[in-house]
């Protein structure tokens, strides 16, 4: 029964950083000048806000954003991955607690990574319109000498 009780209690505590961290994150999304289509793609569905807006994500997920808006130039951008500081902490108390079962667990669910970066801010650039190329007129072509 004892060993029973260590089994279970070992598994409660796997992943020690899925446990105080979560695997989701809230990502917040801002563009200049605001207004702007921001879609976003590696979610489980592909999701569109009007910045600002925020989302949430998994941790493990690949993500980038394109930002969209009539009169400007569309821009994009990819999130990576980092392990901050209380995400080493996570996986460290797997050493104590949550042993091989937990280091799995965070690394499977990326319960120790955040989205870099984060917030995403930024400056949409206007589109350049270049005015439609004037067309020369042909100079008048020369009376052909043979005819």
């Given at each position: 029964?004892?060993?029973?009780?260590?089994?279970?209690?070992?598994?409660?505590?796997?992943g020690?950083?899925?446990v105080?961290?979560?695997?989701?994150?809230n990502?917040?999304i801002?563009?200049?000048?605001?207004?702007?289509?921001?879609?976003?793609?590696?979610?489980?569905?592909?999701?569109?806000?009007t910045?600002?807006?925020?989302?949430?994500?998994?941790?493990?997920?690949?993500?980038?954003?394109?930002?969209?808006?009539?009169?400007?130039?569309?821009?994009?951008?990819?999130?990576?991955?980092?392990t901050?500081?209380?995400?080493?902490?996570?996986?460290a108390?797997?050493?104590?607690?949550?042993?091989?079962?937990?280091?799995?667990?965070?690394?499977?669910?990326?319960?120790?990574?955040?989205?870099?970066?984060?917030p995403?801010?930024?400056?949409?650039?206007?589109?350049?319109?270049?005015?439609?190329?004037?067309?020369?007129p042909r100079?008048?072509?020369?009376?052909?000498?043979?005819?």
């Open positions: 029964m004892r060993v029973v009780g260590i089994v279970t209690l070992s598994f409660m505590l796997a020690c950083a899925s105080t961290r979560g695997t989701t994150e990502i917040a801002a563009s200049t000048p605001s207004g702007a289509e921001a879609v976003v793609s590696g979610l489980e569905v592909p999701t569109t806000c910045t600002p807006c925020a989302i949430v994500a998994k941790r493990n997920a690949d993500i980038s954003i394109t930002f969209q808006k009539e009169g400007y130039e569309s821009q994009f951008v990819q999130l990576t991955r980092e901050p500081a209380a995400g080493a902490a996570g996986l108390g797997n050493i104590i607690a949550g042993g091989l079962i937990g280091i799995g667990v965070d690394a499977a669910t990326g319960a120790a990574t955040d989205h870099k970066p984060n995403v801010i930024v400056t949409l650039q206007p589109s350049v319109r270049r005015p439609p190329a004037l067309k020369r100079p008048p072509r020369a009376p052909d000498a043979g005819t």
